[in-house]
T-cell receptor, first 113, second 109 residues
Framework: IAGITQAPTSQILAAGRRMTLRCTQDMRHNAMYWYRQDLGLGLRLIHYSNTAGTTGKGEVPDGYSVSRANTDDFPLTLASAVPSQTSVYFC????????????FGPGTRLTVL | GQNIDQPTEMTATEGAIVQINCTYQTSGFNGLFWYQQHAGEAPTFLSYNVLDGLEEKGRFSSFLSRSKGYSYLLLKELQMKDSASYLCAVLDSNYQLIWGAGTKLIIKP
């Protein structure tokens, strides 16, 4: 059982380029989340999805978009990357939204130059 | 605004006990989580408290006081592998997790 996988592991990207970070879970969890983690700051929620077909905005959604076509996949797209989007991105999932424990993927380290 | 405060860094000795504090001010409260994160890795779940009191799980215990907006994580019999960051997170009224910046725990032999 893989749990949650993310790809790529790391990426260096030129500013202005489009980039999609992939996230797949095999736990049949309903809820999925995208966070960014920056030094000295707590994890910040970018977007979430409580169930397939629905998405919502978190604390820092600007510059990012998501889709949830099925239960397993939750890709995060940067339409036109900027240096301030340099961060470590974590995907997480939980059985349902709310009090259920969130399980995290291994992360994607993204550098935008 | 919403705020989670934790010490930035703590140092402790192998075999000792350490207490990591977390204070919070959030819009609503639906529980508090503690996660462990080793350097370069993903956060992993340690504990969840929604009622006041102490929850014990092996060498780790977590305490909550909702009236004081306060929690702590207690680690006993410290081992070198406990060197990690410990993240406090509160589930707010919208059932979204608000995260503290984390406490980096350094264990010395």
């Amino acid at each position: 059982i893989a749990g949650i996988t993310q790809a790529p592991t790391s990426q260096i990207l030129a500013a202005g380029r489009r980039m999609t970070l992939r996230c797949t879970q095999d736990m049949r969890h309903n809820a999925m989340y995208w966070y960014r983690q920056d030094l000295g700051l707590g994890l910040r929620l970018i977007h979430y999805s409580n169930t397939a077909g629905t998405t919502g905005k978190g604390e820092v959604p600007d510059g990012y978009s998501v889709s949830r076509a099925n239960t397993d996949d939750f890709p995060l797209t940067l339409a036109s990357a900027v240096p301030s989007q340099t961060s470590v991105y974590f995907c997480a999932s939980s059985d349902s939204e709310g009090t259920d424990t969130q399980y995290f993927g291994p992360g994607t380290r993204l550098t935008v130059l | 605004g919403q705020n989670i405060d934790q010490p930035t860094e703590m140092t402790a000795t192998e075999g000792a006990i350490v207490q990591i504090n977390c204070t919070y001010q959030t819009s609503g409260f639906n529980g508090l989580f503690w996660y462990q994160q080793h350097a370069g890795e993903a956060p992993t779940f340690l504990s969840y408290n929604v009622l006041d009191g102490l929850e014990e799980k092996g060498r780790f215990s977590s305490f909550l006081s909702r009236s004081k907006g306060y929690s702590y994580l207690l680690l006993k019999e410290l081992q070198m592998k406990d060197s990690a960051s410990y993240l406090c997170a509160v589930l707010d009224s919208n059932y979204q997790l608000i995260w503290g910046a984390g406490t980096k725990l350094i264990i010395k032999p």
